[in-house]
C-alpha cells in the first residue's frame, strides 16, 4: 500500500492536499509542522513526502537534509512564493520534484503516478539512521521494547512518539505490571537526549532516611556514614532522562523539594549552600489514579499538574486481549532462543492464556511462561500452567444467600428456580449452567410442580 505524508501549516490547503492524494490510491496522513512530521516518521514511513518549503519551525529544504538520502522517500516541495534559486537549491539537496501554489492537479498525479510503495515502518525507526542512542526497532508488533497490536498500544506508540522530541514532563499512569518503565526507555531512545543517561528510580525502594541523599547528592560530613561526597540522580543524569517510578510514595517534604527542581532546574546537595543546575527531563509513573493519590494526601496537587504536562495511561493486559497470544510467543521465543529449544503452547493452553485475567499484566504473563516453559517437555500443556490460572473467572452476577443450617433440599429448590429465572426460562440453558442433564433438571422442576410430567431429556427446551 502506497503512503503520504503532506506538510503544510494551512489546514486548509494541508486537508484539501490529503483528499487529493487519497483519491489517487494512497494512504494519506497530514502534519502541520516539521515536528509534527517527525512524530509521524516514526510510526509510519511513507511512500512520498509533500513539503510546504516554508513551515513556522523551519524549512522544507532543512527537513529534507534531515531525512538519510540512502532511505528517504521521494520529497516534494511546494510553495507559493518560487523562484529558480529556491527550486534549484531544493533539486540539488535531494527533492524529488517542486511544485507552484495553488497545485496542479495533473502534474501532481503524474508525480504520484511514480511513487512506488514502500513499508509503513520507518527503516530501523530511531537506530543509526536517527543518531539517537541505542537501537530502537519499530515493526508491525513491537515498538521499541513494547510489544502489541491492539488499538489502546497503537494509542501509546503515537502519543510517545508525539511527545518524545520535546523537553516537556511525561507521567504515565498503569497498573504494577503493565510496562510504565519500557514506555519511558522508548520516550528517551526517541528524544534528543537519547545519547546521554537514562536513571529509573522506584520511590518506593528506597529508604526514607535515603532518599533524598540518594535524589540530590550529600556533602562529605553532611550525616553519619557520609564519608564521601556523593552525587544523586539529578547530577548522574545531567542532559538525559530521570524516570520516577511509583512517585505517589515519595514523602510529601521530598515532593516540595522536586517541584523546586522542576521549577528553578537547580537544587542542593544534603549538607551544602551551594546551589547546583541540572537540565533532567522527568518522567514520573504511578499505579495509583493520581486524583485520588492527591485526595489522600499522597501527592501534592501542585507537583501532580507540573508532572502532568503529558499524561500517558497505559491499559492493563486485560484490556487489550488480543495482545495476550502474541506476548507469549514473544516471550516464549526468546526462552527458546536462550536454550537452543523449539516449545510450543498447546491450543488448550493458549485458550487458557487467552481468557485469564491477568491481574498482574504484563509481568505475570511473562513470569508464567517462563515457569511452564521449565516444567514443559516439547509442548506447553495447560497442566504446566500455575493451578490459579485454571480458576474460573470471579462470578459478579445475581446470587442468592442461604443460611446456615438450612436444608440441602431447600438450597437446591432455590438455586435451580433462581439459575431458571436468570436464564429467562430455559431449560438447556439452566442445565448447563448447573452442571446437570436436561432430564435431572426436568425431575426437579417436576417434583417442586413447576412443569407437568418431565419428559426424557432430548437436549432441547420442552413445551
Known amino acids: 500500500m502506497r503512503s503520504a505524508l503532506v506538510i503544510d501549516d494551512d489546514d486548509t490547503t494541508r486537508e484539501s492536499l490529503v483528499d487529493l492524494v487519497s483519491a489517487e490510491?494512497?494512504?494519506?496522513?497530514?502534519?502541520?509542522?516539521?515536528?509534527?512530521a517527525r512524530a509521524a516518521l516514526l510510526l509510519h514511513w511513507p511512500s512520498v513526502i509533500l513539503a510546504d518549503l516554508f513551515l513556522p519551525d523551519g524549512s522544507g529544504i532543512a527537513f529534507i537534509q534531515e531525512l538519510d538520502s540512502t532511505s528517504r522517500p521521494p520529497v516534494v516541495l511546494m510553495t507559493g512564493h518560487a523562484s529558480l534559486d529556491t527550486s534549484i537549491d531544493a533539486l540539488r539537496l535531494g527533492a524529488a520534484d517542486y511544485l507552484i501554489k495553488p497545485v496542479d492537479i495533473e502534474r501532481l498525479q503524474r508525480i504520484l503516478a511514480g511513487v512506488a510503495p514502500s513499508l509503513e515502518t520507518a527503516p530501523g525507526a530511531g537506530q543509526e539512521e536517527t543518531g539517537r542512542g541505542e537501537e530502537f526497532r519499530a515493526t508491525a508488533e513491537r515498538f521499541g521494547r513494547l510489544i502489541g497490536t491492539s488499538s489502546p498500544m497503537r494509542l501509546v506508540y503515537e502519543q510517545i512518539a508525539r511527545v518524545a522530541p520535546t523537553s516537556v514532563p511525561v507521567f504515565i499512569a498503569g497498573e504494577s505490571g503493565t510496562g510504565k518503565e519500557l514506555v519511558a526507555h522508548a520516550i528517551h531512545e526517541?528524544?534528543?537526549?537519547?545519547?546521554?543517561?537514562?536513571?529509573?528510580?522506584?520511590?518506593?525502594?528506597?529508604?526514607?532516611?535515603?532518599?533524598?541523599?540518594?535524589?540530590?547528592?550529600?556533602?562529605?560530613?553532611?550525616?553519619?556514614?557520609?564519608?564521601?561526597?556523593?552525587?544523586?540522580?539529578?547530577?548522574?543524569?545531567?542532559g538525559g532522562t530521570l524516570f520516577l517510578d511509583e512517585i505517589t510514595e515519595m514523602a510529601p517534604d521530598l515532593q516540595v523539594k522536586l517541584l523546586r527542581v522542576l521549577e528553578t532546574g537547580s537544587f542542593m546537595r544534603v549538607g551544602s549552600q551551594v546551589a547546583q543546575r541540572t537540565d533532567v527531563r522527568i518522567i514520573a509513573a504511578t499505579n495509583r489514579i493520581a486524583s485520588e493519590a492527591v485526595a489522600e494526601g499522597k501527592l501534592r496537587a501542585d507537583l501532580m499538574y507540573r508532572l502532568r504536562v503529558f499524561p500517558i495511561a497505559l491499559p492493563a493486559l486485560r484490556e487489550r486481549p488480543e495482545d495476550i497470544e502474541l506476548l507469549a510467543g514473544f516471550f516464549l521465543n526468546e526462552l527458546n532462543a536462550q536454550d537452543g529449544l523449539c516449545k510450543s503452547f498447546s491450543s488448550e493452553t493458549r485458550s487458557i492464556l487467552r481468557h485469564y485475567g491477568w491481574p498482574g499484566n504484563v509481568r505475570e504473563l511473562r513470569n508464567v511462561v517462563h515457569q511452564s516453559f521449565i516444567l514443559a517437555d516439547a509442548i506447553i500443556m495447560p497442566d504446566c500452567l500455575p493451578p490459579e490460572l485454571g480458576m474460573p473467572a470471579r462470578d459478579t452476577g445475581p446470587c442468592i444467600t442461604v443460611r446456615i443450617g438450612?436444608?440441602?433440599?431447600?438450597?437446591?429448590?432455590?438455586?435451580?428456580?433462581?439459575?431458571?429465572?436468570?436464564?429467562?426460562?430455559?431449560?438447556?440453558?439452566?442445565?448447563?449452567?448447573?452442571?446437570?442433564?436436561?432430564?435431572?433438571?426436568?425431575?426437579?422442576?417436576?417434583?417442586?410442580?413447576?412443569?407437568?410430567?418431565?419428559?426424557?431429556?432430548?437436549?432441547?427446551?420442552?413445551?
Open 25 to 36: 490510491g494512497f494512504v494519506a496522513r497530514g502534519a502541520a509542522s516539521l515536528a509534527e
Open 406 to 463: 438450612s436444608r440441602i433440599s431447600d438450597v437446591e429448590r432455590r438455586l435451580i428456580l433462581a439459575t431458571l429465572e436468570q436464564c429467562n426460562g430455559s431449560k438447556v440453558q439452566t442445565a448447563e449452567a448447573l452442571g446437570v442433564s436436561v432430564k435431572t433438571l426436568y425431575n426437579r422442576l417436576h417434583e417442586y410442580g413447576v412443569i407437568g410430567d418431565a419428559p426424557v431429556a432430548t437436549g432441547t427446551d420442552g413445551p
Open 190 to 238: 526517541l528524544s534528543r537526549r537519547a545519547g546521554q543517561s537514562l536513571l529509573a528510580v522506584n520511590c518506593s525502594a528506597i529508604s526514607p532516611h535515603l532518599i533524598e541523599s540518594e535524589m540530590f547528592g550529600h556533602e562529605k560530613g553532611s550525616f553519619t556514614g557520609a564519608t564521601r561526597q556523593h552525587r544523586g540522580y539529578f547530577e548522574a543524569a545531567n
